[in-house]
């Protein structure tokens, strides 16, 4: 059915109580193996990715894969860009063909994040183009962006409802505890602040830091209002151990063997994350919708 903007499958996630798996892929086999999982559960999917995989793969490319892959998927597949700060950057990647997009303004005074925040929107809106913005800084490292734990700072409830109430946005990520990467110890997540923003915005809220968390507070993290949950540091670890793993069991010099025990590795983790997520079975009637 081609590429869609993530705005209604969010929306279908927070009003039905599920979650859409939105997974940071590395390559065109990354990219393959998500899509399949969703098509194997029948699942709304979001393919995401940084500005450092764009910029290494660039526009076009990545664009070529989705479109070659979704084109003919009978579920419903979002283009993301994740976590970028450059306008100039999130314009390229929507003239290029991404149907969603997050700016992450967040380390920025209120003003100055909502300001970027809006001109971003208001590029998108003509478009169709879902729009991700962010309050508070999640700690840990997101591409070449290092947040240290003394530093990450959780959003605030009522300027949250400020910031949403003057945009239109298709999800919002405040600052809840999470973390990219691989957690040191165990994350401590404020659901008080979390259930405050959730229910006051009444927007799909995206759920950062995705990897690592347990199932109780995934479950716990759906249940008050996260639509998106992000999983990057998880598919990396599938990438590489899906491949040497099978390398070094076999001693396979064969690179089909190896790229294709890969692949089964990371559509295996996606699928389990989509099932975890709810999001299984959902993705027949969303996509009536999407193509109305």
């Known amino acids: 059915m081609g590429l869609v903007s993530m705005t209604l499958m969010l929306r ?17 086999n990354s990219t393959l193996a998500v899509v399949r999982a969703a098509e194997q559960l029948d699942a709304p999917v979001i393919v995401q990715t940084s500005a450092k995989t764009v910029k ?6 990545i664009v070529s894969w989705l479109r070659h892959i979704a084109e003919d998927s009978p579920v419903p597949v979002a283009l993301h860009l994740d976590h970028c700060k450059d306008i100039g950057f999130i314009r390229q990647c929507m003239d290029a063909g991404w149907t969603s997009v997050m700016i992450d303004a967040s380390s920025f005074p209120f003003e100055q994040n909502l300001a970027m925040t809006r001109q971003v929107v208001e590029m998108a809106q003509p478009r169709g183009i879902g729009v991700e913005a962010e309050m508070g800084e999640i700690v840990g490292v997101e591409d070449d962006l290092v947040v240290d ?14 910031f949403c109430e003057s945009v239109t946005l298709a999800t919002f990520a405040p600052a809840i505890g999470t973390a990219h990467g691989n957690y040191k110890g165990e994350p401590r997540i404020a659901f008080d602040r979390l259930e405050q923003i959730a229910q006051r915005t009444g927007l799909p809220i995206a759920l950062h830091g995705g990897t690592g968390l347990t199932d109780e507070v995934i479950q716990r993290c759906i249940a008050t209002g996260c639509a998106k949950v992000n999983i990057s540091t998880q598919l990396k670890h599938a990438f590489i151990d899906g491949f040497t793993n099978h390398h070094n069991a076999h001693n396979d010099y064969d690179p089909l063997k190896v790229i294709e025990a890969q692949l089964e590795r990371m559509e295996s983790e996606v699928a389990q994350k989509i099932e975890q997520f709810g999001g299984a079975g959902k993705a027949s009637g969303l996509a009536q919708r999407c193509a109305q």
């Not at 290494?56 to 490319?61: F, I, L, N, P, V």
């Open 149 to 162: 734990d003394a530093d990450g700072h959780l959003a605030d409830p009522d300027k949250a409802v400020r």
């Open 12 to 28: 279908d996630a927070r009003e039905s109580g599920y979650a859409v798996g939105a997974f940071n892929i590395l390559d065109y």
């Open 56 to 61: 290494h793969w660039t526009h076009a490319t």
